[in-house]
């Protein structure tokens, strides 16, 4: 199914801010909520050096690696799962070159690294590169975070008709007639009572078995 045809999917990344600038954090937030971005999860996290080798393991064996694992684990880091239109070159587009040097001179007010960064480690943020990376890296700070797009419109109104609406609308009813003081609880026991989905409880019962059979 293309789910862009509906205009249902908004595309997710990952955005980290880096120890460097992890007392920035808040300031950074704010630049990410007015460039129009949701902060759909966020952590604060202190990598060890084994969990940074692993996220960074495309540079394993590069000779500024030691220092980028020292670096990366010397202090927290603010992990953040960023939703847009087109969100990944988005964010790119936000932070800037790799190397804050860079930033300065050609992004000098509009990157955040050239903002928050010192040097070309040392450059306040990170952002995936790709599809690919964005959905690995949400993974890895956020293994319960559901990646894939989320359906609305045609295919979301087919999934409730068919598994939902019947029996929402039999609870919903119920919670009318009975107008109970706490009508969100009331409405998940209901529901949960009357699921039609939940599992059957299997009425065989086998004898214990005992040892001197
Ligand atoms: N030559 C270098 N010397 C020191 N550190 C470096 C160097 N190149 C990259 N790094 C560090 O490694 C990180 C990963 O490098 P990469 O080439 O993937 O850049 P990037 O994709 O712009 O950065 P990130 O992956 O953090 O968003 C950089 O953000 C930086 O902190």
Not at 7 to 20: C, H, Q, S, W
Not at 167 to 179: P, S
Not at 184 to 209: F, G, Q, R
Request: aromatic content about 8%; glycine content about 4%; overall charge neutral.
């Amino acid at each position: 199914m293309d789910f862009s045809k509906h205009g249902i999917f908004v595309e997710r990344t990952l955005a980290l801010v880096k120890p460097d600038a992890i007392n920035k954090a808040d300031e950074i937030e704010t630049i990410i909520l007015k460039h129009g971005f949701t902060v759909l999860e966020k952590r604060r996290i202190t990598l060890t050096a084994e969990q940074c080798s692993d996220f960074y393991s495309e540079h394993y064996g590069k000779k500024f690696f030691p220092s980028l694992v020292a670096f990366m684990t010397s202090a927290p880091v603010v992990a953040m799962v960023l939703a847009k239109e087109n969100a990944i070159q988005q964010w790119r587009d936000l932070i800037g070159p790799t190397n804050s040097n860079v930033a300065k001179e050609t992004h000098p007010d509009s990157s955040i690294r050239a903002l928050f960064g010192t040097n070309e480690q040392k450059n306040a943020v990170h952002g995936s590169d790709s599809a690919v990376s964005a959905e690995r890296e949400i993974r890895f700070f956020f293994p319960n975070c559901v990646v894939e797009p989320i359906p609305t419109g045609p295919p979301a109104t087919d999934y409730l008709e068919q598994n939902v609406n019947k029996t929402l609308i039999k609870a919903l009813t119920a919670l009318c007639k009975e107008k109970p003081k706490d009508p969100v609880v009331w409405l998940a026991d209901k529901l949960m009572e009357i699921n039609p989905y939940k599992p059957k409880l299997s009425l065989t019962v086998t004898a214990p078995s005992t040892n001197n059979e």
